[in-house]
């Protein structure tokens, strides 16, 4: 069983920080990009950032500048650094990660953690 886990959420007040973490685990072989998703109430989840196996980042404009992703492949992790956080950051954020396991290989699936809230209030 493949399982991506997120920690890290919690209750930060605007300006503040919080630092979102995500494992992976199960028979995974490879893991092509890594990212971060975010569902809004009453909007669609949107994608936030992203990271390739070779470090390559992209950003949504709205954290350009504010948000950090990282990953330690030999872990099976990524990272989510969110600095100066606004009210409208407010969102369940998802994990992604793009894998071929065991019994999916040589595809590649797209996977995803449960989700982790983020509230920015004060």
């Known amino acids: 069983q493949v399982q991506l886990v997120e920690s890290g959420g919690g209750l930060v007040q605007p300006g503040g920080s919080l630092r979102l973490s995500c494992a992976a685990s199960g028979s995974i072989l490879s893991i092509s990009t890594m990212g971060w998703y975010r569902h809004i109430p009453g909007k669609q989840r949107e994608w936030v950032t992203s990271i390739t196996s070779g470090g390559t980042t992209n950003f949504a404009d709205s954290v350009k500048g504010r948000f950090t992703i990282s990953r330690d492949n030999a872990k099976k992790t990524v990272s989510l650094q969110m600095n100066s956080l606004k009210p409208e950051d407010t969102a369940v954020y998802y994990c992604?990660?793009?894998?071929?396991?065991?019994?999916?290989?040589?595809?590649?699936?797209?996977?995803w953690g449960q989700g982790t809230q983020v509230t920015v209030s004060s």
């Open positions: 992604n990660a793009i894998m071929a396991t065991t019994t999916s290989r040589p595809n590649f699936n797209s996977y």
